[in-house]
Every structure is written in C-alpha cells, then in structure tokens.
C-alpha cells in the first residue's frame, strides 16, 4: 500500500511544541509520510529555529516566509502562499495545531480545495469572541474532517455547535507529550545559576495577549504590580517581541527600571523555560500552553485572564484565573507563599501518549 501524504503547517512557537511528538509518531510508522510546512509566522531565531533545535524537528520542507502583520494581511497571506503549495504537494490530508492565524488560514484553504482537514487540539472555547484566537478555533473546527480534542469539554463544546460526534477523537494532549519527553533533560540544564536564583524561590512571568499588552494602562498596571511582587519574590520575565515593542513604545522601560528584582529577558528556549518553570514557586502567565504545563509540573499558575479556554486546568489542575486584578494578584500571591497554594492532578490522557493515538487513529480512518 502507498503512503498517504499528511502535510503539517507550523506557523508560530506554540505550533512547534505539538508538531514534534506528531513529526516523530508519523515518522514511526510505514503507513504516513509526512511533509513538514512553516508558514514564517514566527521567524526570529529565538521564537522559531531553537524549538527546532532543542525539539529534534525536522528542518521544514517548505518555508512560507510570511511574517508578521495586521490580522487580515497575515492570515491573507499565508493563504495566498499556501494554495499553490498545496497543489504542488498534492497530500493526502493537511493536519493544523493549536489556534494561530496560520492554522485558521491553511485550513481554510485546504477546505476549498476539498483536501480533509485534521485539527489537533480542537473543541477548546474561551467564549470570548475578542480574542483573536477564539475565531481561529471556532472557524478551524467548523471545517476541520477529524477534530482531536485535550479534553472531555472539549468534546462537549464542538458537539454544542453541531459538529458530528464520529469526527470528534478524545486524544490528550500532544504539547504534554513534549513536556514529559524532556522534562528530565530539561532538569540537567544550569539556568537557575545563570540567573542566581534558587529552586522554588522565584516567579516566572510571561505576557503576551493583546487584551494585556496593546493597553498603556492595564500594561503598565500589570507591570507595576509585579515588579511589586518582585520585592518579595524574584521575578524572571522572558519578554515576547510584542510585549518588548509595546514596554518601549508606552515608555514604560523606565518603570521596569525601578525593579531591579523583576528580570527581564529576551525570548527562551524551551527547555531552559521548561527548567525555570518546574522549580519556580509560582507562574504568572496569559498563555494558553503554560497553563496546561503547569498543571502537569504540579507548579502553581496564576493566569491574567478573565477566562481560559482550558478549564481541565481550573477544575483539576494547579491553575487560577486571576483576571488583571492587581488585588487578587497580590492575596494568590500570599497564599501561596503560605504554603497554601493549589495542587491539582493530571487531567484524563496526558500522558505523554496522544501523537501516538492520533496518529493510530488517522490510519485507521485513511485507509
Ligand atoms: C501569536 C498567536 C497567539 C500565540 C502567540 C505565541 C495569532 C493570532 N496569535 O501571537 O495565539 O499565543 O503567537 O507567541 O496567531 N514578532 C517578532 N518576531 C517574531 C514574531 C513576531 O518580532 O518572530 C513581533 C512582530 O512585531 C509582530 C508581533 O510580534 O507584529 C506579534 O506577532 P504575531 O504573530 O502577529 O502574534 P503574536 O502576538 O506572536
């Protein structure tokens, strides 16, 4: 029997923590042959080619080189770029991950031209339609042929909105394959000495959503805030490009500046933020993933948002939604400093496993 061909995009770093466990599943198997495409949505080296490096990925058999720009020209863009590629390639499936501008694109294309869509991490709902990712997902999954889920709500949410229950695969979570494959490598690395901090004596902080960031004031609120924190607690800030254009555009490096102890840094690897956060005291975070990484590392995450697409990580994990409520920053804090911070369990299924069963499951269905 002849391969089936299943390209997988890649488009910014989140995508390439789930990429690599797919990759290296499709890889193992005589029955898949998989093409790699990066649509260029990330490409600073620090924010793309290190993940590669450190995640084993193999080099992209097709680069967009897209780049950055408003909603409308990216997603366009990459559209533009991925048809001919697409009709060049000819696969037998296209496989998205996740919920960035470049998985909504591809798919949309790979649906007009009749080519199945697999979606990987599908069902996840915020119910807030402001953040950009939100539409990302629910138009994904609109069009997506097998939608593979992290969780059971997942699976609930997508039949709500009326997608057929035989599309829809309970799986796990491929970015927690990654996570437990090289937590142990990750242990090995000596970034705490570089930075002179002491395991479970120091916070982590990142930030990046629009809703936190685009903002002068709740910016410089949230920075405040934590640099406050950081009297108490060191604080390492790995800086996400957007936020570091932001910080300088609103003037507010002269605020950071105040902070000796809030340390901010340019974009990290992912072992060595993988290092920093399983030893940290605490997390303070607006990203999806890290929610999810916590929960797993069993390491406290206080997330400023209002509300998380990943709710597994309230109900059973380490995770508590503290909105961009300074107060409440400071009593989550507190408590857990107290000893009294929340532990949690490992949700249903990640354990490290789903690429297999994704891709298990994909063969069976293909043929
Ligand atoms: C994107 C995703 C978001 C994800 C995040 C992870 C969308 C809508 N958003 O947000 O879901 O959580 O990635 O990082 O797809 N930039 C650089 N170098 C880069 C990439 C970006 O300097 O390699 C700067 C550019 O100025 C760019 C800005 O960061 O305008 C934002 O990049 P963009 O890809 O538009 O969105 P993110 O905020 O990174």
Redesign the pocket.
Same mark, same amino acid.
């Given at each position: 029997m002849s391969k089936r061909k299943v390209l997988l995009v890649v488009?910014?770093? &989140?995508n390439l923590m789930k990429a690599a466990p797919l990759m290296e599943a499709m890889s193992a198997t005589t029955h898949l042959q998989p093409f790699l495409l990066h649509t260029g949505?990330?490409?600073?080296a /620090?924010?793309?080619q290190v993940f590669f490096d450190e995640l084993g990925l193999p080099k992209p058999d097709c680069y967009l080189g897209i780049?950055?720009?408003s909603?409308a020209k990216?997603t366009a863009q990459v559209m533009v770029a991925f048809e001919p590629a697409l009709i060049e390639q000819q696969p037998d499936l296209v496989m998205v991950v996740?919920?960035?501008?470049?998985?909504?694109a591809c798919t949309l294309v790979a649906s007009k031209l009749h080519v199945p869509v697999a979606h990987v991490e599908a069902g996840l709902r915020s119910f807030n339609r402001h953040? *950009?990712?939100e539409i /990302?997902r629910i138009v994904t999954d609109a069009l997506s042929d097998y939608l593979f889920t992290t969780d059971r709500q997942a699976n609930e949410n997508l039949r709500r909105e009326g997608v057929a229950s035989e599309k829809i695969y309970f799986v796990g979570n491929v970015m927690i394959d990654t996570l437990l494959k090289h937590r142990q490598r990750a242990l090995g690395l000596d970034i705490l000495d570089r930075f002179k901090l002491v395991p479970g004596h120091y916070a982590v902080l990142t930030l990046?959503? *629009?809703d936190n960031v685009d903002r002068l004031a709740v910016l410089h609120d949230l920075l405040e805030a934590v640099g406050r924190l950081s009297r108490r607690l060191p604080v390492i800030f790995p800086v996400? &490009?957007?936020t570091?254009?932001r910080i300088q555009t609103f003037g507010l490096d002269s605020l950071l500046d105040g902070y000796p102890d809030l340390v901010c840094h340019e974009p990290l690897g992912y072992l060595e933020l993988l290092c920093l956060m399983a030893q940290a005291k605490l997390v303070l975070t607006d990203?999806?993933?890290i929610q999810e990484e916590t929960t797993v590392l069993g390491i406290p995450c206080l997330t400023l948002r209002a509300e998380t697409e990943r709710p597994v990580t309230v109900t059973e994990g380490t995770n508590v939604l503290i909105g961009a409520d300074t107060e409440r920053l400071f009593a989550e804090t507190q408590r857990i400093l107290d000893g009294r911070g929340k532990s949690g369990r490992l949700p249903e299924l990640w354990d490290g496993h789903a690429a297999q069963r994704i891709i298990a499951r994909l063969i069976e269905v293909m043929g």
């Open positions: 488009g910014a770093r &989140p949505q990330h490409y600073d /620090n924010m793309s780049g950055s720009g909603h990216q996740g919920d960035v501008n470049s998985t909504l953040m *950009p990712e /990302n990046h959503r *629009p996400h &490009p957007r570091r254009q990203s999806g993933g």
